[in-house]
C-alpha cells in the first residue's frame, strides 16, 4: 500500500523578541506506511504558535504564546468505505491531534485552538456543522493534580468558526489533558509544565472523518 502523502516533522521552537516578531526552527522528515490499522503522524512544520498575526484559510487571529515549544501528533486509524468495484476500500481517518510538551502552568486559563488545513489553504470543517473548522480547549487553571477529560466534566471543549465564533449544536469530539502517564509524543513523563492535551475529532467515528492525506498544516494557538 502506497504511503501517505503527508509533511511530517519533528519540533517548532518559537523566539520572540518584540511585537509582532516570529522565528521557528522546523525539521522534516519523511514516512513510509505499512498496512496497519493505526498510524500516528508527527507534526511541525504545520505548527504556528507566536504572538502577531496568524493568517488561516478563512479569517485571522492574534495568538498569544504562553510556552515557546511544542509538540504535535496526528493519530490516524483505517476507515472502511467500500465501493462496489472495491470492498476492501477506505482510508486514514484523523482520530486525534495531540498537543504534546505543553507548559499547562505557564497556559493555565488560556484557550488552546486547533485547526487543520489542506492543500489550498482552507480550512477543514471539524464538527456536522461545515463552518466548525476550529476546536477550542480552556486550559485548567489550576493545573489539575490528575488526568481529566470532557467525558468527566473536567474539560470545556467548543466548535468555533474560522474567525472565533461561537457554535452551537451536538458536540461530536472529546478531549483529555494529562498530567501523569507518558507523553503521545515521544514517552517521556507527564507533568504540569509538559502535559499533554488531545483532541478526538469524532471518537464514533460516524460522522466527522478526515482523510488524513487532506491535512497539509496544523495551526495551534493560544488566546487568553
Given at each position: ?7 511530517l ?15 521557528s ?12 490499522p ?28 504562553c ?17 462496489p468495484?472495491?470492498?476492501s ?73 474560522g ?6 449544536g ?25 502535559g ?29
Amino acid at each position: 500500500m502506497a504511503g501517505l502523502d503527508s509533511p511530517l516533522s519533528g519540533r517548532v521552537t518559537s523566539g520572540f523578541g518584540g511585537a509582532g516578531r516570529y522565528k521557528s526552527k522546523i525539521i522534516f522528515g519523511v514516512a513510509l506506511v505499512a498496512v496497519v490499522p493505526f498510524m500516528l503522524s508527527t507534526f511541525a512544520a504545520s505548527v504556528t504558535v507566536g504572538n502577531g498575526s496568524l493568517v488561516f484559510g478563512q479569517g485571522s487571529q492574534q495568538a498569544v504564546a504562553c510556552d515557546q515549544q511544542v509538540y504535535v501528533a496526528m493519530g490516524e486509524e483505517w476507515h472502511s468505505a467500500p465501493t462496489p468495484q472495491d470492498s476492501s476500500a477506505g482510508f486514514f481517518r484523523v482520530r486525534a491531534v495531540t498537543i504534546s510538551n505543553l507548559d499547562l502552568q505557564a497556559c493555565a486559563g488560556n484557550k488552546l485552538r486547533v485547526r487543520l488545513i489542506n492543500g489550498t489553504s482552507q480550512e477543514i470543517p471539524i464538527g456536522s456543522d461545515p463552518t466548525a473548522t476550529v476546536l477550542q480547549v480552556v486550559i485548567p487553571n489550576p493545573v489539575p493534580q490528575g488526568n481529566i477529560s470532557t467525558e468527566g466534566g473536567g474539560v470545556a471543549l467548543s466548535y468555533l468558526t474560522g474567525i472565533g465564533g461561537g457554535i452551537s449544536g451536538a458536540l461530536l469530539a472529546s478531549a483529555t489533558v494529562n498530567v501523569s502517564g507518558t507523553s503521545v509524543y515521544d514517552g517521556s513523563t507527564l507533568s504540569g509544565t509538559s502535559g499533554d492535551i488531545t483532541f478526538y475529532i469524532d471518537p464514533a467515528a460516524t460522522t466527522v472523518n478526515i482523510d488524513g492525506q487532506l491535512v497539509r498544516r496544523t495551526t495551534v494557538e493560544t488566546v487568553q
